[in-house]
């Protein structure tokens, strides 16, 4: 059976099209037929995290409006060959996106994929909704602020009201991915704590994803981190929450810092 | 003595009695009359559910059979009929309920079936899961409880009490009809606003000590007071 799963956040730049892209890979490396759909229309990224900024001939618009067949639209990756891109219209805008046109593209893909991930855009309207329309599942991207924290909020709560199975009665299966969690920040009583941050948001942890630069310098060169350094602590975090998406039992890796003598002696601040 | 004995030597006393019971005077055609008879059955079914029913045919001419499949068109409505007025005794056979005479008028107590009463209205919500930031829940007709917590940036309006077990992070506003004995309970209190009638608190004003406790709201006069709940 197929699963769709919505990658987003409310909040922009907190790392959904980069955890599209290393969720999609690390799924694709342990044998499953993946595509990741870029819902962003206007300002499409995932094409360029991938690397296919160049092969893109059609684009999901296209297929809405039938100009173009699915098969011509979808860009398979050069080093994973079950991973599939189906790239936004950069030239167009999220009112092209019907939610009949996402609706029958979402149900081929069904029949051709074991995964499909929408790569969601940010805020709260139609590229959002429409990404998130069709769900079985969600990964809800929050960094640890107070402000990601409250956007994710919101969209657990469109998640839990807009989507087809929430108005069937059903649910959509929801996980928080913690990205950018700094573990300095966090000793130090800056950021929000994995515990505060679960207790706002009451739905289940599905990763912790260290800051890293292996992650800037992944995107950097078009490659998903899983794929470009699978032995970097964000990669193996990635790949740990594929392993439980798919429904492993991983144990939670909280990243900690490595306390120098300074911060020993000074001691932990209160938050 | 012979106890047996006595008991079969019992007399048999016949009493008189009379009741009252509908009277069906059907017309022709019959089957027209029998479809008015549905459409009484389709506005109240059970209407006639073990009620006595007596035909009177004395409208009509009918024959044997015509009698005979009239009472069983009945029967398979439902509808028993207790006896037949109106018609020769040559008409009536055994099978068919017994020729009734005699019957005066009375006035029928219309019994009208009971319509269902209205079920009157919940006067308090129970919500089961958190209400999530941006999420609005208006219930002027009574108390709201919420098992969960409340996000920053989510409200509930409430014209009764509003309870939350969980911690409220977002706007509460009880009492709003002016119900002022109405008040605000929750298990952590973070909020960002706090009203009850019209009478509110920001965030600021609350008190920096009760924050992450259990507390409650409600007014004083015209003061709202916030108290820790034990």
């Known amino acids: ?271 | 003595m012979d106890v047996s004995a006595a008991s079969t030597r019992q007399l048999v006393r016949m009493r008189g009695r009379s009741y009252v019971a509908f009277v069906f005077c059907p017309t022709v055609p019959i089957v027209g009359w029998l479809e008015e008879i549905d459409a009484t059955l389709a506005r109240s079914p059970g209407f006639f559910v073990g009620k006595p029913v007596v035909l009177d045919l004395s409208a009509v001419d009918l024959s044997q059979s015509a009698i005979a499949h009239l009472v069983t068109s009945l029967k398979q409505r439902n509808i028993r009929v207790l006896g037949i007025e109106g018609v020769d005794a040559a008409q009536v056979t055994t099978s068919m309920p017994p020729l009734l005479t005699g019957g005066r008028h009375c006035v029928l107590a219309q019994v009208e079936p009971r319509k269902p009463e209205a079920k009157p209205k919940p006067t308090s919500l129970l919500l089961e899961s958190p209400v999530r930031s941006g999420q609005s829940v208006v219930f002027t007709e009574g108390d709201v409880t919420v098992l969960g917590s409340v996000g920053s940036g989510a409200e509930i309006v409430a014209g009764g009490s509003i309870h939350i077990y969980g911690t409220l992070r977002g706007r509460a506003m009880a009492g709003v009809n002016g119900n002022s004995a109405a008040r605000i309970y929750c298990q952590k209190i973070e909020a960002e606003l706090l009203a009850i009638d019209g009478y509110y608190q920001t965030a600021e004003d609350i008190n920096a000590t009760l924050r992450n406790r259990p507390a409650q709201a409600w007014l004083d006069g015209e003061i709202m007071k916030i108290t820790p709940l034990n």
């Open chain 1, 1 to 271: 059976m197929a699963k769709v799963l919505v990658v987003t956040s409310g909040k922009g730049g907190v790392g959904k099209t980069t955890s599209t892209a290393a969720l999609g890979a690390a799924l694709a490396q342990m044998g499953e037929r993946v595509v990741v759909v870029d819902f962003d229309v206007g300002l499409r990224n995932l094409d360029l995290v991938l690397g296919a900024e160049r092969r893109v001939v059609f684009d999901l618009i296209n297929v809405v409006q039938g100009v173009a067949k699915l098969s011509q639209a979808l860009i398979r990756d050069k080093r994973l060959e079950n991973l599939w891109l189906l790239p936004a219209s950069q030239t167009r805008d999220k009112d092209a996106l019907t939610e009949e046109g996402v609706g029958s593209i979402i149900a081929d893909l069904r029949t051709k994929f074991d995964w499909i991930l929408c790569d969601s855009p940010a805020g709260i309207e139609r590229g959002a909704t429409l990404a998130m329309r069709y769900a079985d599942e969600a990964v809800i991207v929050t960094n640890p602020e107070v402000s990601s924290v409250r956007d994710s909020d919101r969209i657990i709560g469109m998640l839990d009201s807009k989507t087809v199975k929430a108005e069937r009665g059903e649910r959509v299966e929801k996980h928080v991915l913690i990205t950018r969690y700094d573990s300095a920040r966090a000793s130090r009583g800056e950021m929000l704590s994995i515990e505060d941050i679960l207790e706002i948001l009451a739905t289940p942890l599905l990763g912790i994803i260290p800051e890293s630069q292996d992650v800037l310098r992944a995107s950097n060169v078009g490659s998903p981190v899983t794929l470009n350094n699978a032995a970097s602590a964000p990669a193996r975090a990635y790949i740990d929450a594929v392993r439980r998406l798919m429904g492993e039992t991983v144990t939670m890796m909280v990243p900690v810092e490595r306390k120098g003598l300074m911060n020993r002696l000074l001691g932990r601040r209160a938050a």
